[in-house]
């Protein structure tokens, strides 16, 4: 038997502890640039709490099959969280293993994200493989009992070293999860504490918050809210929402009309007006901001739940908790929403999304927001555009004879559509390429983005005409946003996207910038600087709508953009908790704000002084706050 499998068989202890220590820190390299003395310390003791456990267990043959459990789950989860980080820009928790049902659906897009990279998490399952067949080899070669009388007996830490060691692991972990509790940035948080550290902290947190008593009641909300607004930042006192402006202009103008929002999968703000070798990138969307209200400074809000989350926000003007798919974690709850708003205003109301509706739990999620109807996968003809099955074609040629049948019924609708054909990893038939490339960006993942976001543009061209030949569109609001970024970080260098694109390119501003652009057929273009995010679509629509209500019974979180002042919108999961814009930068703080740092909205220059701005972040943090004790206490719907 070979050396190394002569160790093994003696101490699985010291093989799988050091193991799983390599590719703890093989995920620092990946995610933090690095490691330290101090980071390695801290991932040593956490692999050796487990060890120490699984030693305290007498029976050899149990430890054995737990160790191999040990690492399968260790390489699996620091794999996992490697190419989630790639994605998402976080550090996955725990809970994102609820959504691994969800992988078969964008398998694509997974596939797309792993790099070789990923191989050195499994090299030592190389190791392992020329160890057993040296150990193969040799049994032949000797005699099996001679062979066998060599190997020592399996090696077993002393009861009493474990039982210390699992002490002394315990109580530094405890220290320093304690020590970083401060820290809102979660990047850092994980940073200083390890992984595994950072799973147990985040547990923890989320059943002391089941425990703990809300510290603010349901029916204080709305007057904690506006004193916050007042105290911290009082030019936010009366630009809250439609209910509580005085005279609000454009109030009523739309009054009456149907209402139709397109939520835009993975469309980025920058391919408004842009033009690649003398094409409009978005030509149909192009047309629109000129007779439009047209936001350039909006920024995406999403959490967990991705696109979900984005329509979630657009009907509810609540902060997405980012602990989990809102979907998942609050479609039990009576949801105050856009849907139950129009519906009591006689409105029909209807979604249409051609992926199957069990997908991020939307069967649960359009019932809460009060859809009266939702039209999913079976509703419509698989031309298989892409891994999801329908295109936006025939999303918006069902769309239509849906509207079509609502119109007909004499009364106003509000129709919500979710396209996909822009999704990641942009890959579209041939027959749809419209576009004529560049070489430097044909066949990169910048140019399958932008021959994916020109048809998707196409396609909404053709529910447009749809609409003016049913008679419909001068009666018609039509609300357009993305959900979330399309680039990914990892592929698109923003020099390098800069330089093909002949525009300034932004890793965090120009990446979650998203259009809104909304088309009140009653109203002249206007391009309205204000800074927003998907919390302020509600109540924007809301106040052309016309609509107002109590504060007992609606309680947004976003603010009328056509009346607000000056706005800031916090952002979380994508960035650090705490993170916002505000209509002159985006702030992302470090261990807290001090060390935190920010970019000038307009020019993308580093910002070195921004001490004015600690109120915002200070507002932000208790803002989102009050919006999670808001979603959480509502009760249950029926």
């Known amino acids: 038997m070979s050396e190394l499998a002569r160790l093994i068989r003696k101490s699985p202890f010291f093989i799988v502890t050091l193991l799983v220590l390599a590719k703890a820190e ?3 390299f990946t995610v933090f640039s690095g490691t330290s003395p101090r980071s390695l310390i801290i991932d040593l003791l956490s692999a050796l709490l487990i060890s120490c456990i699984i030693e305290l267990i007498p029976h050899r043959r149990v430890r054995q099959v737990l160790y191999g459990v040990y690492w399968l789950i260790a390489t699996l989860t620091l794999l996992g969280a490697t190419v989630y980080f790639r ?4 550090v996955a928790t725990y809970t994102t293993l609820f959504e691994l049902n969800q992988l078969p659906a964008v398998k694509s897009s997974v596939k797309s994200l792993i790099t070789p990279l990923e191989a050195l998490y499994f090299a030592d399952l190389v190791l392992f493989a020329i160890g057993w067949g040296i150990h193969l080899w040799k049994k032949r070669r000797d005699q099996w009992m001679l062979a066998y009388e060599q190997v020592p007996a399996p090696f077993k830490l002393p009861y009493s070293v474990a039982t210390v060691l699992v002490s002394i692991a315990l109580i530094f972990s405890v220290f320093t999860v304690r020590a970083s509790a401060d820290t809102t940035n979660e990047l850092k948080r994980a940073e200083l504490v390890g992984f595994t550290n950072y799973q147990a902290s985040v547990l923890w947190n989320a059943f002391s918050a089941k425990r703990e008593k809300p510290d603010v009641a349901l029916k204080d909300i709305p007057a904690t809210k506006e004193k916050l607004e007042e105290q911290v930042v009082p030019a936010f006192a009366s630009s809250s929402s439609t209910s509580t402006v005085e005279n609000p ?16 999968e993975a469309t980025q703000n920058f391919v408004i007006g842009l033009s690649v070798a003398g094409q409009e990138i978005t030509p149909v969307m192009n047309g629109l901001v000129s007779d439009s209200f047209y936001f350039p400074q909006v920024f995406q809000q999403i959490g967990q739940g991705n696109t979900s989350d984005a329509e979630f926000m657009s009907n509810t003007s609540i902060y997405p908790t980012a602990a989990v798919a809102m979907s998942k974690g609050y479609s039990d709850k009576d949801l105050p929403s856009l849907p139950k708003l129009l519906g009591a205003q006689g409105y029909t109301t209807m979604t249409l999304h051609p992926n199957d509706v069990t997908f991020w739990d939307r069967d649960k999620l359009y019932p809460a927001l009060g859809f009266s109807t939702y039209y999913d996968k079976p509703f419509f003809t698989n031309d298989h555009f892409n891994s999801f099955g329908a295109s936006d074609e025939e999303l918006y040629r069902v769309g239509l004879e849906k509207i079509k049948e609502a119109s007909a019924a004499g009364k106003p ?16 038939p041939e027959d749809k390429q419209e576009l004529t490339l560049p070489e430097d960006i044909a066949g990169t993942q910048l140019g399958n983005y932008l021959q994916a976001v020109h048809y998707t543009d196409k396609a909404l061209g ?18 357009l946003y993305g959900d979330h970024f399309g680039l990914q970080a990892k592929d698109n260098d923003p020099a390098d996207v800069s330089k093909k694109l002949g525009i300034d390119y932004h890793s965090q501003i120009t990446r979650f910038s998203i259009p809104l652009i909304i088309h009140a057929p009653g109203q002249e273009g206007k391009r309205v600087e204000r800074t ?49 814009y505000n209509d002159e930068i985006l702030f992302i703080p470090g261990t807290g704000f001090e060390d935190g740092t920010a970019y000038s909205l307009k020019t993308h220059e580093k910002i070195e002084d921004f001490s004015k701005y600690k109120g915002d972040y200070e507002y932000i943090l208790e803002w989102m706050k009050l919006s999670d004790e808001y979603v959480k206490q509502l009760p249950k719907h029926k």
């Open 249 to 264: 202009a454009y109030f009523g103008s739309e009054k009456g009309k149907n209402l139709i929002m397109v939520q835009l």
């Open 462 to 479: 053709k529910l447009i005409q749809g609409l003016k030949d049913q008679g419909l569109w001068d009666n018609t609001i039509l609300v």
């Open 26 to 28: 093989l995920f620092r």
């Open 413 to 428: 609708f509000y129709a919500q559509f979710v396209s996909l054909s822009s999704h990641h990893p942009f890959e579209i």
């Open 87 to 90: 994605y998402f820009g976080s």
């Open 532 to 580: 927003g995010g998907q919390v302020d679509i509600l109540p924007t629509v809301a106040n052309l709508l016309g609509l107002s209500w109590s504060e007992d019974e609606f309680v947004p979180f976003g603010r009328d953009l056509l009346n607000a002042e000056r706005n800031v919108v916090g952002m979380r999961y994508y960035l650090p908790t705490g993170s916002f």
